[in-house]
């Protein structure tokens, strides 16, 4: 079975701080994929990234960096020099296969409140 | 970009009321799914559909049905509305490359 886990509820940080935000995921196969999203107070998801399970090496996107570890089944997302436009929910999700149709399977996501 | 619509930001019903939940999108993508997101249980997969009049369960489908009549046309039906049913609905449909979902604005229903 699959199974996404964000055992962080919510976070709350002071604007300019650093904050982690953790996943681990559980699957079988070989090949699989995971996302992050963001969902602002707006409420509508956001797509932040994708990764296949082939490719460990980290990424960064301006202020945002993941670290996927296989070892660990980890697929962690860091927030550097937050900002209170930071504020939302963050769900990580999983996928067995790029193929289409396969449905994704979320986290139960983490409430992240950026504070100025 | 990618547009999904869904056609009522926020109703209220009351309880046995059978109501369908509406959802289009603008490009030519198969594959489409209806989640609902509840506080503490993040996202729950009801329906999807690969195709046109194809569809299947997800994880939680009871008190659900779904129609795919049309490619861009996706809806989820309430046959007889209860209070636990009560939630925010997602569509979204799937990037045929990348596996990716691109997601409506949400319907927030409230059975009363």
């Known amino acids: 079975a699959q199974k996404v886990t964000q055992a962080q509820t919510e976070i709350s940080v002071v604007e300019k701080e650093d904050v982690t935000l953790d996943c681990v995921y559980e699957?079988?196969?070989?090949?699989?994929?995971l996302f992050w999203y963001k969902q602002p107070p707006s409420g509508e998801l956001v797509f932040l990234i994708r990764?296949?399970?082939?490719?460990?090496q980290n990424e960064i996107s301006g202020r945002y960096s993941w670290n996927f570890q296989k070892s660990t089944s980890s697929f962690n997302f860091t927030i550097t020099a937050s900002q209170v436009v930071d504020s939302a929910v963050y769900f990580c999700?999983?996928?067995?296969?790029?193929?289409?149709?396969?449905?994704?399977?979320f986290g139960k996501g983490t409430t992240l409140s950026v504070s100025s | 970009d990618v547009k999904v619509t869904q056609s009522s930001r926020y109703l209220v019903k009351r309880t046995g009321e059978k109501v369908f939940l509406e959802c289009v999108q603008d490009?030519?993508?198969?594959?489409m799914f209806w989640y609902r997101q509840d506080p503490g249980l993040g996202l729950r997969l009801i329906y999807f559909s690969y195709d046109v009049k194809m569809k299947e369960k997800g994880d939680i489908p009871e008190g659900y049905s779904v129609s795919r009549e049309k490619k861009e046309r996706f809806s989820l039906i309430l046959e007889s509305a209860s209070t636990n049913q009560t939630s925010m609905y997602l569509c979204?449909?799937?990037?045929?490359?990348?596996?990716?979902?691109?997601f409506g604005e949400g319907s927030r229903l409230t059975v009363l």
């Open positions: 490009m030519d993508h198969e594959n």
């Open positions: 699957t079988r196969d070989t090949t699989y994929y």
């Open positions: 979204a449909n799937q990037g045929k490359n990348t596996g990716e979902l691109f």
């Open positions: 999700a999983l996928s067995s296969s790029n193929q289409a149709g396969t449905a994704l399977i």
């Open positions: 990764r296949n399970s082939f490719d460990e």
